[in-house]
């Protein structure tokens, strides 16, 4: 059954998130076409083991880096108004990204909360902390949010900064970035979602430190969900490396020169996924997967499909236990009601819709009672005649 994104996220390590990342529509779309994008969106996710939707903020970010956007920046709607389609269109829960470099952060709060029914957020901190900003700070952020009613966050870890070179290139003997999360982590988060992942040297290293300080400061690793986004061209993969992605270069070259990109980055994310599973085995960080597709390029949105699909195999396959994915009916069907109230009877539909695991438990309980009963009587008159 479809679990609240709170239980996936917060419980053991025993359980997985699996989720799949996109970005809202363009700013000013009218809403029968947000309608018509997320159906399509949906039509292709809705077969794949995921918990839910990420809904991602896009900003500008003109602080990040002295290059060259290569994409040009194209505003989106809001991710919470997106969010709240997807999570009504498909019954499945959605995590919201959310820049905190907005001055109208305590109002959008609100409106995500209350008008769309929001109760997961994940917090972004400033792209850079040169420049004048508007809005809270991070810590700012985390603690208004920790306040409101129902509200859970989550935050983002960048193994890019948990390097020897950036340590160094910050005045540090020693990379800092498990610390920021340990710092987030008691102030209330509880998960984080990591950019995307195309080293898995660094993002072992910063797990194995992660759970190494939190083992000594007594704490429960939070879960980390680790992103994927495939790329099938030069241009995509320079966005990537804009992003503050590094792509080593034998990597880059080896998934450029195939005939085709897309499906040599595929196959190479997936190995990236194993080697990081095979690493940080028994350290104790439960870990997720959510994939993306940085660009609108047809290529890339498709291989986001596959890519999913295989990385949900890898983790899943090594929990080293049986696992399946199966159908449940989220909403009964639309005319159900008519159908009961015109007949008076319940309609045959009806009966697959999805109950309550505790009645079912329940049920199963009462069953093995009374069948027992019933074997020792018949025993009991057995003897007796």
Same mark, same amino acid.
């Given at each position: 059954?479809?679990?609240?994104?709170?239980?996936?996220?917060?419980?053991?390590?025993?359980?997985?998130?699996?989720?799949?990342?996109?970005?809202?529509?363009?700013?000013?779309?009218?809403?029968?076409?947000?309608?018509?994008?997320?159906?399509?969106?949906?039509?292709?996710?809705?077969?794949?083991?995921?918990?839910?939707?990420?809904?991602?903020?896009?900003?500008?970010?003109?602080?990040?880096?002295?290059?060259?956007?290569?994409?040009? /920046?194209?505003? #989106?709607?809001?991710?919470?108004? $997106?969010?709240?389609?997807? !999570? %009504?269109?498909? &019954? +499945? @829960?959605?995590?919201?990204?959310?820049?905190?470099?907005?001055?109208?952060?305590?109002?959008?709060?609100?409106?995500?909360?209350?008008?769309?029914?929001?109760?997961?957020?994940?917090?972004?901190?400033?792209?850079?902390?040169?420049?004048?900003?508007?809005?809270?700070?991070?810590?700012?952020?985390?603690?208004?949010?920790?306040?409101?009613?129902?509200?859970? /966050?989550?935050? #983002?870890?960048?193994?890019?900064? $948990?390097?020897?070179?950036? !340590? %160094?290139?910050? &005045? +540090? @003997?020693?990379?800092?970035?498990?610390?920021?999360?340990?710092?987030?982590?008691?102030?209330?988060?509880?998960?984080?979602?990591?950019?995307?992942?195309?080293?898995?040297?660094?993002?072992?290293?910063?797990?194995?430190?992660?759970?190494?300080?939190?083992?000594?400061?007594?704490?429960?690793?939070?879960?980390?969900?680790?992103?994927?986004?495939?790329?099938?061209?030069?241009?995509?993969?320079?966005?990537?490396?804009?992003?503050?992605?590094?792509?080593?270069?034998?990597?880059?070259?080896?998934?450029?020169?195939?005939?085709?990109?897309?499906?040599?980055?595929?196959?190479?994310?997936?190995?990236?996924?194993?080697?990081?599973?095979?690493?940080?085995?028994?350290?104790?960080?439960?870990?997720?997967?959510?994939?993306?597709?940085?660009?609108?390029?047809?290529?890339?949105?498709?291989?986001?499909?596959?890519?999913?699909?295989?990385?949900?195999?890898?983790?899943?396959?090594?929990?080293?236990?049986?696992?399946?994915?199966?159908?449940?009916?989220?909403?009964?069907?639309?005319?159900?009601?008519?159908?009961?109230?015109?007949?008076?009877?319940?309609?045959?539909?009806?009966?697959?819709?999805?109950?309550?695991?505790?009645?079912?438990?329940?049920?199963?309980?009462?069953?093995?009672?009374?069948?027992?009963?019933?074997?020792?009587?018949?025993?009991?008159?057995?003897?007796?005649?």
């Amino acid at each position: 059954m479809s679990l609240p994104l709170s239980a996936l996220l917060l419980r053991s390590s025993a359980l997985v998130s699996i989720r799949k990342g996109r970005r809202a529509p363009a700013e000013g779309t009218p809403p029968h076409k947000c309608q018509e994008i997320a159906n399509k969106f949906l039509s292709r996710s809705r077969v794949l083991a995921a918990d839910g939707y990420i809904v991602y903020d896009i900003q500008d970010e003109p602080g990040r880096t002295d290059a060259e956007r290569p994409f040009p /920046f194209r505003r #989106v709607m809001d991710s919470s108004g $997106h969010a709240s389609l997807l !999570a %009504r269109s498909s &019954g +499945r @829960d959605c995590v919201v990204y959310k820049c905190v470099a907005d001055r109208e952060f305590d109002g959008w709060l609100e409106r995500a909360r209350r008008t769309h029914g929001h109760s997961c957020v994940n917090l972004v901190g400033r792209a850079s902390s040169k420049g004048e900003y508007q809005g809270p700070t991070i810590s700012e952020a985390m603690a208004r949010v920790a306040a409101a009613d129902g509200m859970e /966050f989550g935050c #983002v870890c960048i193994a890019e900064r $948990h390097t020897v070179e950036a !340590a %160094r290139a910050r &005045g +540090r @003997d020693y990379p800092t970035e498990h610390l920021n999360m340990v710092r987030k982590h008691r102030a209330g988060a509880g998960w984080f979602i990591s950019q995307a992942v195309y080293d898995s040297s660094q993002t072992v290293r910063l797990l194995k430190d992660y759970a190494a300080v939190c083992r000594s400061e007594g704490l429960a690793p939070r879960k980390v969900v680790l992103t994927f986004a495939p790329v099938s061209r030069k241009k995509t993969m320079n966005f990537i490396k804009w992003l503050g992605v590094r792509v080593p270069e034998e990597a880059e070259a080896e998934i450029l020169s195939a005939e085709r990109p897309v499906d040599r980055s595929i196959g190479f994310l997936c190995d990236v996924l194993r080697e990081i599973l095979a690493e940080c085995a028994g350290v104790g960080v439960p870990l997720g997967i959510s994939c993306e597709s940085v660009s609108i390029f047809k290529a890339e949105i498709d291989g986001v499909h596959e890519l999913f699909r295989r990385l949900q195999c890898i983790l899943l396959d090594s929990r080293g236990s049986p696992w399946k994915v199966s159908w449940v009916e989220v909403f009964p069907p639309a005319n159900c009601e008519a159908d009961e109230e015109e007949s008076g009877e319940v309609a045959p539909s009806s009966a697959i819709t999805e109950r309550d695991p505790y009645d079912v438990a329940r049920a199963g309980l009462l069953g093995v009672i009374v069948g027992g009963t019933a074997v020792s009587l018949g025993v009991m008159l057995g003897k007796k005649r």
